[in-house]
């Protein structure tokens, strides 16, 4: 009887320069890698949940990331209390400093994303990278975005550092109404916030006042932008350092 050989596990492979942005991508340059990293910035995900909001990778594909982004440590794994009963995978401090990676790539591609394709994916929270910057200078609190794609919230804390999550907020501080097509103008920069609001296309709520068209978030009337009228600007843990 013939003996099965067992396969060499492959290494990953090195660009073997020593050069800063070399090393930067033996650990980050290989397909969905990235994409993982901006998926878990949203939060900790369950491997069923992360492998739903890649579409089109495999599961053996999926897998291998995930396990060399932990050995490179960028991605950690730990099990839930119970009474649940899975593991979530999780961006380690080194991961989340990816983000101004990530805003960087997505204000370079935002002149090119135009409308969806037929054959694209589309997740809400896929804009909320292209959109901190405007929603940041919204002040500190807890911004909620609704699309027609679905919701996602955004972080400001009081320095500053953003963060965002998928789905609604607990206490959001204010809530903006908009459509797809408002956020990629917004990315690519052809309109601010305020000209969105002023011109009808989006709708902000914050402290009890609706800024519609006609105004501005600076001429808007209430607390302090960000802010929930009872207990001041919600300021997020665990931002990004």
Do not use: N
């Not at 380690?92 to 135009?114: F, I, K, Q, S, Y």
């Not at 907020?169 to 000209?195: F, N, Q």
């Amino acid at each position: 009887m013939s003996r099965l050989r067992r396969m060499p596990r492959q290494t990953r492979r090195s660009y073997d320069q020593h050069c800063a942005a070399a090393r930067a991508l033996d650990l980050v340059g290989d397909r969905w890698t990235l994409l993982v990293v901006r998926e878990l910035l949203a939060g900790p995900r369950r491997y069923t949940d992360l492998h739903a909001d890649l579409p089109g990778v495999s599961t053996d594909m999926l897998a291998g990331r995930l396990k060399d982004m932990e050995g490179a440590g960028l991605v950690t794994r730990r099990r839930l209390p119970p009474p649940a009963s899975a593991s979530v995978y999780e961006l380690t401090p080194r991961g989340r400093e990816l983000l101004p990676v990530l805003r960087a790539l997505a204000a370079w591609g935002a002149p090119d994303l135009g409308e969806p394709r037929p054959t694209d994916a589309v997740r809400a929270h896929w804009y909320a990278i292209p959109l901190l910057g405007a929603l940041a200078e919204q002040g500190a609190g807890v911004v909620q975005v609704t699309l027609d794609e679905g919701v996602f919230h955004v972080r400001v804390g009081a320095d500053g550092d953003v963060a965002y999550g998928d789905g609604p907020a607990e206490s959001p501080g204010a809530r903006l109404r908009t459509d797809a097509a408002t956020c990629r103008a917004l990315a690519a920069g052809e309109l601010t916030l305020g000209e969105a609001i002023a011109s009808g296309r989006a709708e902000l709520e914050r402290a009890g006042t609706v800024l519609e068209s006609g105004s501005s978030p600076e001429s808007g009337s209430g607390s302090e932008s960000g802010a929930d009228p009872e207990t001041g600007p919600v300021v997020a843990a665990g931002l990004t350092s």
